[in-house]
């Protein structure tokens, strides 16, 4: 079973019934640039060796998570026990309000968004990179709460930080597009590349939501290869995955 250390745990006033983790680089037997706990099976490692680190995190659950299809949408899966996740649609975010059912979303500079009311009623998690952060994927998992947005917490978990993220002039633009004000997120690095703040980009479409109590957010991945992996640093790197999910009451 994995150790507490090889893994991170939301700092957020959640009740007790809702319970979420994220895991790091560490506690699995993936080897090379996957080691050690990788969670994908996309990426090009060994397949056994990643059931290996899946089941090792199933422990710590209590059922497995429903793996999405992450395409960087928007699309929000609605899981329950009957839930086939064989035949799921594409999905960058999931929301439940059954007990046992892990959420899960899988990462690697991309930012994790964890969601719960404060009435631990259901729990949601979304996959937020730029072009689906842009396009609504936080929104969209909000809407599909079934409670008012003043009642919900969002954890923002660790990502590519505001040093280490530049992106071009087409990236800012996308934004301005929807919401002026996310020029405070860009700051000019050089000719026609911009430095983008993707954890400010995420409260500002949460609290435009309607989302008040936001949490977490600033843990680079880029920036801590010993803990995290990171696509933006190596390309060839492992998964890690945010997860969160409701205990019987």
């Known amino acids: 079973m994995l150790a507490d250390g090889d893994l991170l745990f939301p700092d957020w006033p959640?009740?007790?019934?809702?319970?979420a983790l994220?895991?790091?680089?560490?506690?699995?037997?993936?080897?090379?640039?996957?080691?050690?706990?990788?969670?994908?099976?996309?990426?090009?490692?060994?397949?056994v060796a990643v059931a290996e680190n899946r089941r090792r995190v199933w422990q710590r659950l209590p059922a497995q998570?429903?793996?999405l299809n992450q395409v960087h949408g928007t699309n929000v899966a609605r899981i329950n026990a009957a839930t086939d996740y064989r035949n799921l649609a594409p999905a960058d975010a999931a929301?439940?309000?059954?007990?046992?059912?892990?959420?899960?979303?899988?990462?690697?500079?991309?930012?994790?968004?964890?969601?719960c009311d404060h009435a631990a009623s259901f729990v949601g998690a979304a996959h937020a990179g730029w072009?689906?952060?842009?396009?609504?994927?936080?929104?969209?998992?909000v809407a599909a709460l079934p409670v008012a947005p003043r009642q919900v917490m969002a954890w923002l978990g660790p990502a590519i930080g505001p040093a280490a993220f530049e992106v071009g002039e087409e990236v800012v633009e996308h934004f301005l597009r929807h919401?002026?004000?996310?020029a405070g997120a860009f700051v000019p690095h050089r000719p026609g590349k911009h430095l983008a703040d993707i954890f400010e980009l995420a409260r500002q479409r949460l609290r435009a939501a309607g989302i008040v109590d936001i949490f977490g957010g600033g843990e680079c991945t880029v920036s801590?290869?010993?803990?995290?992996?990171?696509?933006?640093?190596?390309?060839?790197?492992?998964?890690?995955?945010?997860?969160?999910?409701?205990?019987?009451?």
Do not use: K
């Open 131 to 141: 072009r689906g952060l842009a396009e609504g994927v936080l929104e969209r998992t």
């Open 179 to 182: 919401d002026p004000a996310a």
């Open 224 to 249: 801590n290869p010993e803990r995290y992996f990171s696509y933006r640093r190596d390309r060839h790197c492992g998964r890690m995955a945010a997860m969160i999910w409701l205990e019987d009451r």
């Open 95 to 115: 929301v439940t309000d059954a007990s046992g059912i892990p959420c899960a979303v899988m990462v690697a500079d991309c930012l994790p968004v964890l969601f």
């Open 65 to 67: 998570p429903c793996w």
């Open 22 to 47: 994220f895991t790091t680089r560490h506690g699995g037997v993936s080897i090379g640039p996957y080691a050690s706990l990788n969670l994908g099976l996309h990426v090009g490692d060994d397949a």
């Open 14 to 19: 959640a009740a007790s019934r809702v319970r």
